[in-house]
């Protein structure tokens, strides 16, 4: 199947060889050429999608050890957490398989979306941009963005020769659970070589970090329940230590025209899931919890390549292709248990075409291939091969004030399980937006879009125990299309003040979810969820707006929202509830500090046999100080997290009542970049 796969992929991209070909005779500097969410090119990721944009010291100060974590502040994204080794973006209420998360334009093809206890295999400390799509984007990225988008991008492989070689040596200590990462990132070229210009990069980095500590029980007691009297560790959430080690080469010919470049790169990552969220053995007081870690391994390679007026009509062609060997072993007090894998291939051909009609755009095929599996005693999911293909188009107009773009794609995924008949779902997505730029410093969107996801295997095919997770999941294969009806307004004005609003309502028919049945299987003493389907809304708003106050004081004020019913039954689970806050920043020569007041309220909708979860508020602030000299830059960074040391409980994870956020904590960091 995957030498099928890299067939097709490579006939449809047939045009790309001419970037081989020219190997020897180009020896020219290429121009930047700007690589975003968007695949025309522009400056925001779209005119009728919301967009954050984190880079530079923006980056580096949220940058923390999972992604979920590092976007939780973003408008409209919060923090789906299964203990600290583990962190999902959720984006508007959706999370999993609905917020597809990318390594520069192409899915991570890890599990992560296979259970709440596996890890995104994504870096943020090693990231040169993030950038976050709200919304559907199944446009250009299919099936699993009918949610949002997080696109991570780093440098791993290089579109530009740089003048000389460039790094950063970076390490942090946080006191909160003892964390020590280093990171050590390389840039440089090998000019006029026989084969042309050439540029190189190199990363690494190292995290090790102990137990997490809290302020109070990890356990969270039920009313009237002393909290001295439950098995409960006070101060610290046990098993929440964490080890991980990242390293990346990539290397690429530099042309006149466009670029060629491959990495390779390679992930270990070792974690603890928080106990009393599983366990065979009972209640007994006279047993030792069990403990359960993920050890996980990847080995990623990439190949990347671009090319200015690839064909007549053309402006530029891209391709992008990925293979990812990924496997992790779920350890229960250190004896191996469930084993999964997943070792994918997935690749993107995108052309821009010169102007047609007064439209611009691009057209695109995506394909991917995967063999997913579950081996051992809690193999709750059958071995897979799975396959998704789509093709689509989008384009853009101007006419004077006004721009629209319009988008269509279709996909088909098929699934082939080892045992069972082959289950294939078509989803086909629609989207058309218009921008009116009323004066320089203001404008407005309005945006519809159509958008189908299919069911994923766990969703479809899980049957059995999942201890990690603390649940027993039953899928369901007769499950349909789900089909989104997206309608988003916005209004941002940059002048006296910056004011950003976005407004949504998304309809969702035959919504998948998993439910919490609220009963018990007896013999693996777990709670059952069930993978069900209904109609549901998400509504909601985010907004913003920074006031200067002087020429180096600002005050941000913000807040988000989302509410999400199902027709019939109540509340969507696991929702994050409303937040609003303010910011307070200097900014003065070398200093930069922020003090930031967020209110969290409580969330009374959790869902059927879900806690409901108390408000809070949380106190966060840091301090930057830039130093130029000689040698480099050096950067000296305070960050300051959960000051009140509140007991935060979010609403979105799994682990809530046995795990709460960490506690206050201090991150001291020195970097130094030349």
């Known amino acids: 199947m995957k030498s099928t796969f890299i067939a097709v992929l490579t006939l449809s991209s047939l045009p790309c060889a001419v970037i081989a070909q020219d190997i020897s005779h180009n020896e020219h ?18 005119i009728n999608q919301a967009v954050s944009v984190l880079t530079g010291d923006s980056l580096h100060r949220k940058a923390a050890a999972t992604i979920g974590e590092t976007l939780q502040d973003e408008p409209g994204v919060t923090n789906s957490g299964f203990g600290p080794g583990v962190g999902k973006p959720v984006i508007r209420g959706q999370v999993g398989n609905r917020v597809k998360v990318m390594q520069d334009g192409l899915g991570t093809l890890d599990a992560s979306s296979a259970s709440g206890d596996h890890a995104i295999t994504t870096e943020a400390l090693v990231a040169e941009r993030i950038e976050v799509l709200r919304g559907p984007a199944t446009l250009r990225y299919g099936n699993g963005a009918i949610g ?9 492989i290089p579109d530009t020769l740089p003048d000389k070689t460039t790094g950063a040596v970076e390490y942090r200590h946080n006191s909160v659970n003892d964390q020590d990462s280093t990171v050590i990132l390389l840039d440089g070229a090998i000019t006029g070589t026989p084969m042309g210009n050439w540029a190189w990069h190199l990363d690494g980095l190292h995290r090790d970090s102990n137990n997490t500590r809290i302020d109070g029980y990890a356990q969270n007691p039920e009313p009237g329940e002393d909290p001295a009297d439950h098995e409960s560790t006070h101060g610290y959430i046990d ?23 491959i990495s390779l790169s390679e992930m270990e990552n070792l974690y603890g899931i928080p106990p009393e969220a599983h366990g065979h053995e009972g209640d007994s007081h006279d047993e030792e919890p069990e403990l359960i870690r993920i050890d996980m391994e990847q080995t990623r390679f990439d190949l990347k390549a671009e090319w200015a007026d690839i064909l007549p009509g053309f402006e530029l062609g891209r391709f992008r292709i990925s293979h990812n ?13 469930t084993r999964f894998t997943n070792e994918a291939i997935e690749g993107r051909v995108e052309l821009l075409h ?3 009609a007064g439209w611009t755009g691009a057209v695109g095929v995506q ?11 809690e193999a709750f999911i059958p071995e897979s091969d799975i396959r998704n293909g789509g093709i689509f188009w989008v384009g853009e107009t101007t006419h004077g004030d006004w721009s629209y773009e319009l988008g269509l794609r279709v996909d088909r995924q098929t699934i082939d399980p080892e045992d069972d008949s ?7 997505s629609l989207s058309l937006g218009g921008l009116w730029q009323m004066t320089d410093d203001q404008s407005v969107s309005l945006s519809l879009t ?7 295997v766990e969703e479809l095919l899980s049957f059995g125990p999942h201890h990690a997770s603390e649940s027993f999941d039953i899928g369901n294969a007769d499950l349909n299309e789900e089909t989104s009806h997206n309608i988003e307004f916005g209004y941002q004005y940059h002048g006296a003040v910056d004011l950003n609003i976005n407004l949504f309502y998304n309809a969702i028919d035959d919504f998948i979810f998993k439910r919490n049945t609220g009963l018990i299987d007896v013999d693996e003493e777990l709670s059952i969820f069930q993978y069900q389907q209904e109609d549901a809304s998400f509504k909601g708003l985010e907004a913003s707006i920074g006031v200067p106050l002087n020429d180096s004081w600002q005050l941000e004020l913000f807040g988000d929202h989302v509410r999400a019913e199902l027709d019939k039954s109540g509340d969507v689970p696991r929702i994050p509830p409303l937040r609003y806050g303010l910011a307070l920043g200097y900014h003065a020569d070398q200093w930069s500090t922020k003090l930031k007041l967020t209110e969290v309220q409580e969330q009374e909708n959790p869902g059927d046999f879900e806690e409901k979860t108390e408000g809070y508020t949380r106190l966060d602030g840091h301090i930057h100080y830039h130093l130029d000299t000689a040698n480099g830059t050096w950067l000296i960074s305070l960050k300051a997290n959960n000051l009140l040391d509140e007991e935060i409980r979010n609403s979105t994870s799994f682990l809530r009542e046995i795990a709460p956020e960490p506690g206050r904590s201090l991150e001291l960091g020195i970097r130094l970049s030349f």
């Open 29 to 46: 500097e290429l121009n930047e050429v700007v690589i975003s969410a968007s695949p025309l090119e522009e400056n925001s990721a779209g």
């Open 148 to 156: 949002g988008v997080v696109n991570v991008i780093d440098n791993r």
């Open 239 to 261: 098993n929440t230590d964490t080890r991980a080690t990242t390293g990346t080469a990539g290397i690429s010919w530099i042309g006149e025209k466009g670029f060629i470049g």
């Open 325 to 337: 060997d990924y496997e992790h072993t779920e350890l229960e007090n250190g004896e191996k248990g």
């Open 354 to 356: 010169q102007e047609v």
């Open 367 to 377: 394909l991917e291939d995967r063999e997913f599996a579950a081996i051992g005693e």
């Open 422 to 428: 082959e289950i294939s779902h078509n989803t086909q």
């Open 450 to 456: 159509h958008a189908q996801r299919a069911p994923a």
